[in-house]
């Protein structure tokens, strides 16, 4: 368990450390440059980091460490919760910023500029997490370093099964978000993160239900087994399709 000690401790260094910068950047940076760049891309350094440990910790854990996906899940659905109280009002998903566009909320300038950061809060955390993991501090990081030589997909399954999985992952989430859209602040964050992580154990032998299309970019379109235009069908495409869809039936509703 020295492995999943060291994770924990790894999770927790990360979470601080963009409290840190939260904090600091609330104070120093005018209003708009902090609420529109600077949260989102520590939102997504945090969601990113944290969830590329605990794809790890899936992949490797269950033979290498003797614990299975039970312990998984629950990091997954504390580590959800911390990351719901801890974003500061952050979207931490293009899918969310283009909503708050369609729906004439945020400026077009505005919401390139939440996406860009969002994406390279992503592509940050893969970096930083690719540079840990070179440490080596645990038996778990050395088989992952041998293992990132030649990353595999995330996408176990067919192209069109992939983009219905993530379509509807993201249909199912974005649904649950906005039922409880007027409900209190705890009992929104706890009804997300549930959806989220039962999605995550249904799905996620299929994708890995990621249905974020920043995380999945830094995550998964750099490694063989699909091609480009296959990854934006099943991580671009088809959430925003599940999204537009769970969009319009609220409207009608």
Not at 63 to 78: A, E, H, N, Q, R
Not at 178 to 184: L, V
Not at 235 to 243: A, D, K, Q, R, V
Request: charged fraction near 10%; aromatic fraction near 12%; proline fraction near 3%.
């Amino acid at each position: 368990m020295a492995g999943l000690n060291v994770s924990c401790g790894y999770f927790f260094a990360v979470v601080a450390l963009c409290e840190v910068v939260r904090m600091v950047s609330r104070r120093v940076l005018p209003p708009w440059v902090y609420s529109t760049l600077l949260v989102e891309l520590a939102a997504c350094f945090q969601l990113g980091a944290c969830w590329l440990e605990l794809r790890m910790l899936v992949m490797i854990g269950p033979w290498g460490g003797g614990f299975g996906m039970d312990v998984v899940l629950t990091l997954f659905f504390i580590l959800f919760l911390i990351h719901e109280a801890t974003f500061d009002g952050a979207q931490a998903n293009p899918l969310i910023t283009l909503q708050e566009l369609l729906r004439s909320n945020s400026p077009l300038g505005a919401t390139t500029l939440r996406i860009l950061s969002q994406f390279g809060g992503t592509q940050l955390a893969s970096v930083v997490t690719r540079v840990y993991w070179s440490w080596e501090l645990t038996e778990f990081h050395l088989i992952q370093n041998l293992m990132a030589i030649d990353c595999s997909s995330t996408i176990q399954t067919s192209v069109s099964h992939g983009a219905l999985v993530e379509a509807v992952c993201t249909f199912l989430c974005h649904l649950v978000v906005m039922k409880f859209e007027g409900a209190a602040f705890g009992c929104r964050i706890l009804s997300k993160a549930l959806t989220i992580t039962a999605l995550v154990y249904i799905a996620g032998p299929y994708t890995t239900a990621l249905f974020n299309p920043a995380l999945a970019f830094s995550v998964t379109f750099h490694c063989s087994g699909n091609t480009l235009s296959e990854y934006m069908i099943v991580y671009w495409l088809s959430p925003l399709i599940g999204y537009i869809n769970n969009m319009v039936i609220h409207e009608k509703s």
